[in-house]
């Protein structure tokens, strides 16, 4: 015997559910889609290129700093002041009475302080002379050295061993190897010679 249906009683049918894959499945246990995925993977790769190329800016200013370190600049401003005393040598004792324009510019151009000063003064004079004896002369530096050194004062002094060959009117050529000290200072365009002194060992 059949039982009539409740007349309260309705069945409810789920509506069919879509087959969802293993990838599928994976995902959704992450909260995930694939273009969630792909696009994290993109910030990601983003920001490891980000990281790489600011730890490559840090390396080159690293070396950077290290081309300028205070013991590198000591040594700069040290060679340079070797520079100046040689320069300033070579000016001085390098002369040739039939060509003396500019002469003066360089013995200036190459000077500071006191003997700067003195060729300012004594310039008509010594060109005078220079015509009158015809000298000429010619110099090779041997050796120069530092034998002080302040970087904080601007002064160093320098050795130098110089050979000088002269030729004047009326002598046979000389050949002499002097010894000088050098004073150089540190100015607004450089370091220049502001002082030389003969020192013994002339032969």
């Known amino acids: ?82 520079q100046a005393a040689t320069d300033g040598l070579k000016a001085f004792h390098t002369i040739d009475y039939r060509d003396l324009d500019g002469l003066i510019d360089t013995w200036s151009d190459v000077t500071a302080g006191q003997l700067h000063a003195m060729v300012g003064k004594g310039e008509k004079a010594v060109l005078r002379d220079l015509k009158r004896s015809r000298t000429v002369s010619t110099t090779e530096i041997g050796r120069i050295a530092l034998s002080s050194y302040d970087a904080d004062a601007g002064e160093a002094r320098a050795v130098a061993l110089v050979t000088i060959q002269t030729k004047k009117k009326g002598t046979e050529k000389t050949t002499r190897v002097t010894e000088f000290l050098c004073f150089v200072e540190r100015g607004s365009d450089g370091w220049k010679l502001s002082a030389m002194q003969r020192l013994g060992g002339q032969s």
């Open 1 to 82: 015997m059949s039982v009539p249906p409740d007349p309260g009683f309705v069945e409810h049918n789920d509506p069919p559910q879509p087959e969802v894959t293993a990838d599928e499945k994976d995902l959704s246990l992450s909260g995930l889609s694939r273009v969630d995925v792909r696009r994290a993977v993109g910030l990601t790769l983003t920001a490891l290129l980000v990281v790489g190329v600011l730890a490559s800016a840090l390396l080159a200013w690293q070396a950077r700093g290290e081309e300028t370190s205070p013991t590198d600049g000591r040594a700069a401003g040290r060679d340079a002041a070797v």
